[in-house]
């Protein structure tokens, strides 16, 4: 078993190193005379701009980019296009995200329902009547943009993760209706103990038997749906991946619902301990209670930068071991680059199921003491 994981392991390098060389082989020089304050190196009269490979890679898009360069000609690359929906001032507004003919600089105009729009940085704007985009002094378009309710990369992923999840628990739901009592069976046999664990080690500790089985569906929602999306974004050159975890609005997401499950399901014991603690004298009081309001605001907020900044650091260490590659233009560096990226990457597989487990242990914490009864 160590062997067959030591070899995957080796095997995820090689496609990183793989990749990175194409990324390497087409990069595209305009882009690197946009970024030539970036750190990069010259290499065969192209420049490798190690920042924008990172962000490039990190980020959210339109559409999955597979293999090769995205510069405008689509037999140079392979991309799955995402639907783009758009809200505008005329309505509703959709097309594939293929039209843009994957450039991401303007240069290529979208016109629907008398419309046009244009794509630049990753962001859609609605361009004049000439089909062009008005930029200002620090190069950003001062054009309108209209609603985006595109699938993206994140959304896409989210939307298979919560398949998966339905799939699974579908089959283990199954397979205990049918053998009742009997030793689980299948993917029921690998869920069980996890749905246990989540149980014993997590709810009832933290919440309670009494109160555990009301919110059990939340962690147990929490911990798989978050290690999946982890899991999913573990390969970064996998075709339908995307770093879910490492965007700000999914984790922000993930806590505003803690903290309005917390603050709803409180008690009145919670919240008297949070403005008027009982036991402590009047002058205390007055000085607790403004620390105890802002703890209720920086809870989530732990939350959220937690799972973000964690998922993200793995990604961009990886990409940046492997990078220092091309940076260097050394054959010399890849063994040592491949070796520490092959112990980041075996760590980041610990890390995707703790960052699972870290959110719904904190989760469960919050919701007990949120509704623990007085003393």
Sequence with gaps: MRIIVFTKSIVF???????????????????????????????????????????????????????????????NALTVPLPIILWTDNGLVTFMSSEFHHNDDGSVVVEKKGMKFAKFHNKIYQTNNEGALSLDEHNHPTNSKPLD??????????????LILLVLFGIAGKSYKKNGKDAPTGV?????????????????????????????PLLLT????????????????????????????????????????????????YWKHIFWMPGVPVPMKLFLAPIEVIGMFVKPVSLMIRLFANITAGH?????????????????VAPVSVAFTLFISLIEILVTAIQA?????????????AIEEEH
């Design 357 to 369: 487990y870290i959110f719904t242990m904190l989760t469960s914490l919050y919701i007990g003491a």
């Design 13 to 75: 390098s090689l496609l990183i190193f793989f990749s990175l060389s194409q990324k390497v082989i087409g990069q595209d020089h305009g882009e690197a005379e946009r970024t030539k304050d970036s750190h990069q190196v010259q290499e065969n009269g192209e420049a490798f701009d190690i920042t924008s490979m990172i962000m490039h890679h990190i980020s959210d898009s339109h559409s999955f980019h597979v293999y090769g360069e995205n510069d405008g000609h689509f037999p």
């Design 222 to 269: 929490i911990f798989f749906f978050v290690w999946i999306i982890n899991i999913f974004g573990l390969i970064p050159f996998f075709p339908f991946a995307a770093n879910v975890s490492g965007n700000i609005a999914f984790t922000m997401t993930l806590a505003v619902i803690v903290f309005l499950v917390v603050n709803i399901v409180a008690n009145k014991n």
């Design 188 to 216: 029921a046999k690998f869920i069980e103990p996890l749905v246990i664990f989540i149980r014993d080690e997590i709810a009832i500790p933290n919440i309670g038997e009494k109160h555990y089985r009301k919110y059990i």
């Design 316 to 332: 961009i260490i990886v990409l940046s071991l492997i990078g220092l590659i091309f940076v260097l233009k050394s054959v010399w």
């Design 149 to 162: 309710f595109s699938i993206t990369k994140n959304v896409f992923v989210m939307l298979l993760a919560l």
